[in-house]
């Protein structure tokens, strides 16, 4: 004969209640679960049908599978189909733009405009504006064509001797400086200004400074007041036209005129005009 063994079974509220022995499985039949007891935990330990399972916890994502084939170097990961990914990097052009940490797994990537600025193709700047107290382009080249419209420069710009070919100006000057009274020595600094007006008010040395590199021509002009009417020493650097410095005004304005081919190893010195005013 054949013997069929029935578990204990119960309902929900019946099954909560129950402590079983241990290693005992009950059945609970609202549920169709079962569940395991251990001799001393009222209602057991459940036993999850499939059912039950797929209803409390999410199913296998092929989605994260595949994210966690990733390597974990490669920080940025981009969705590329229902179930595929690819590990992605932020990436900059030579010369344009610079990026450090491009994957993001070392912190937050970082952008910066490279050091040496180079511009593709077409720029154009219409009533662009440049501010800044100096904004300088050591190195900054341009491929393509660059075309600035009404673009307005308010700040100082340098160009690192480098060179600014086939320009055409209007409205534009030399900068000056107002010495006012030499005293007994005055500096006059090509790299500052190109013009200088100054009065001799007693015994005066003059000292010029930082003229371009040869071969490149450098040169500036002083409208000097009363001249004459003290000694003046001129650099030992200047040589005059004709050999001797010139007899100066003692009482109007001299405009003078110097100019260097070799860094001021040699300074031309020449008269533009006498007792102009």
């Known amino acids: 004969m054949v013997k069929v063994v029935q ?43 499939k059912t039950m399972n797929d209803a409390l916890y999410q199913s296998l994502s092929t989605l994260l599978t595949a994210m966690g084939a990733v390597s974990a170097t490669d920080g940025m990961v981009a969705k590329t189909g229902a179930a595929t990914v690819a590990a992605r990097t932020n990436t900059g ?22 050091a040496t600025l180079v511009i593709p193709g ?31 420069f308010s700040g ?4 690192a001797d480098n060179t600014v070919g ?43 400074s930082n003229f371009p590199a040869s071969p490149n021509e450098g040169g500036f002009t002083l409208y000097l007041t009363n001249g004459g009417a003290f000694t003046v020493t001129w650099p030992s650097s200047v040589d005059w036209a004709g050999g001797a410095a010139p007899t100066l005004t003692a009482s109007g304005v001299d405009v003078l005129c110097f100019t260097s081919i070799d860094g001021g190893t040699i300074i031309n010195g020449f008269v533009a005009g006498l007792a102009m005013a």
């Open 122 to 152: 077409t720029m154009d700047t219409t009533a662009g504006i440049l501010t800044g107290a100096a904004a300088t382009f050591s190195t900054m080249g341009l491929s393509g064509t660059l075309t600035a419209v009404a673009a307005n």
């Open 166 to 208: 086939r320009a055409l100006l209007v409205d534009t000057g030399y900068k000056g400086r107002t010495v006012g009274a030499t005293g007994a020595t005055e500096t006059l600094d090509h790299a500052a200004e190109l013009a200088f007006s100054a009065t001799v008010d007693e015994a005066c040395t003059f000292t010029f």
């Open 93 to 114: 052009t030579s010369n344009q733009i610079d990026v450090d940490n491009g994957g993001g797994a070392a912190g937050n990537p970082t952008f910066s405009i490279s």
């Open 7 to 49: 578990q204990v079974r119960h309902t929900t509220a019946a099954a909560d209640a129950y402590t079983g022995s241990v290693g005992q499985i009950t059945q609970v039949t609202t549920t169709d679960e079962l569940r395991s007891h251990d001799g001393s935990t009222a209602g057991g330990k459940r036993i999850l049908t």
């Open 156 to 159: 100082a710009v340098g160009f």
